[in-house]
């Protein structure tokens, strides 16, 4: 059940910081249920989506050429199959990291990068769309990120992890408080923040604008979509995926299928030759981010090198990511999946005889019909291994469709 902003909120000194646990065994730096928002009043729930048209699948056969080709945020090809995802070794069992699992794929697109700024500002200009931070007139930002003249003013913290504040007025525009216009030079470093990844967006702002953007594609990706386009697309592979983590599988790997079954997109180390490859938490969570990997907070959608074989950018770490799916923990086969029968591999029988070996596998899943939250995937700039270790690709949290925060965004 959503807890309401009063009972989620605890009068602080805004100078304090005290970290606490979540309740929970495992610490959190704030990104899951503790920052769901107020929803005594429910939000609108047909938002104008402009001229997006007919909604039709998201896999690869709806899409036509002027889809796939845009040049700003292309979308990438991802081949699908008989595909593997979740884990067989969950830091966070918890959260439904596993099991690892068989489930059968169609191809499918994926947005090469976040949605930045940039882009969100076209929907908008476009849509005259509202977004959900907007309407509920504030919305959390993590204390360090929110300028001085606002931080000093405000008085409350969330009780559970409480170097996240409400700030009125914060929403993708003005993303850590009035005055924070994502369009103007940062003086510091002198970036353009029209190419940071557009935050403060809720599920259903998310889903609007790849609708908006996207209308042949259906929305945003699963979350099995995500994790395959994640592991470089689901290509069958030479060595066996349920025997990997033995030490003779993983000799024999190439980097590509250590890849595919690694912790991040790229490989099992976070660092790789003393090179980062994702904007991540450095440093004393929450207190001290030492920005080793060249960023305190967010970072363009462009940095860093393509994390995978696909040339995907940032799909670990920078900003959480929401996907299509209500959230579950134990994957239960639900009646409205479609269920698809494949060959596996082929024996020979006491007689001599070849058989061939079946298996039914799950097509296209995408979570359960209903729930209360929604799935979110990537990690962000806060996470940080003692804090949350869920910037790896089989990690997930969640969150209510109205959340948003500073440090939450999307793809298509």
């Known amino acids: 059940m959503r807890r309401s902003c009063l009972s989620a909120l605890l009068l602080l000194q805004a100078e304090v910081i005290s970290v606490q646990g979540s309740g929970d065994d495992v610490p959190t730096c704030g990104c899951s249920r503790e920052l769901n928002r107020d929803t005594q009043t429910a939000p609108a729930t047909s938002p104008s989506m402009g001229s997006a048209g007919h909604f039709v699948s998201r896999d690869s056969g709806g899409f036509t050429t002027s889809h796939v080709g845009n040049s700003y945020n292309p979308m990438v090809y991802v081949e699908g199959g008989m595909v593997t995802i979740g884990t067989s070794q969950p830091s966070i069992p918890e959260d439904g990291e596993g099991p690892r699992r068989k489930i059968q794929l169609t191809d499918f697109y994926i947005n090469k990068y976040e949605v930045s700024n940039n882009e969100y500002r076209e929907f908008v200009d476009d849509t005259q769309y509202v977004t959900e931070s907007e309407k509920f007139g504030w919305s959390f930002v ?84 995500w994790e395959i386009a994640a592991r470089g697309g689901g290509q069958r592979l030479n060595i066996d995926m349920d025997a990997f983590q033995s030490s003779a599988d993983v000799a024999k790997a190439t980097a590509v299928e250590k890849a595919k079954y690694g912790t991040f997109p790229w490989g099992e180390e976070l660092v790789e030759n003393g090179a980062h490859q994702s904007n991540v938490f450095q440093g004393v969570f929450p207190q001290n981010n030492t920005a080793e990997d060249g960023f305190e907070f967010l970072a363009p959608v462009t940095s860093f090198p393509a994390q995978n074989s696909l040339g995907l950018h940032n799909i670990i770490g920078n900003a959480w990511e929401w996907t299509a799916d209500w959230w579950e923990t134990r994957h239960q086969l639900h009646k409205h999946y479609e269920v698809v029968t494949d060959t596996v591999n082929a024996i020979v029988n006491a007689e001599g005889l070849v058989e061939e070996r079946k298996m039914s596998f799950v097509l296209n899943p995408n979570g359960p019909p209903t729930g209360t939250d929604k799935v979110k995937k990537g990690g962000s700039f806060l996470c940080h291994h003692s804090y949350c270790n869920r910037y790896r690709i089989a990690a997930r949290t969640q969150s209510t469709p109205d959340s948003a925060a500073v440090n939450l965004g999307f793809r298509c």
């Open 142 to 225: 993590f204390e360090h990120a929110i300028p001085p003249r606002i931080r000093d003013t405000i008085t409350q913290a969330v009780e559970a992890v409480p170097w996240w504040l409400p700030v009125q007025g914060a929403y993708w525009f003005q993303p850590t408080g009035p005055g924070s216009d994502v369009f103007a030079v940062d003086n510091t470093t002198g970036a353009d923040q029209g190419q940071l990844p557009v935050v403060q967006v809720s599920w259903h702002d998310a889903e609007a604008f790849c609708r908006w953007k996207y209308p042949q594609a259906g929305g945003l990706p699963t979350e099995a979509q």
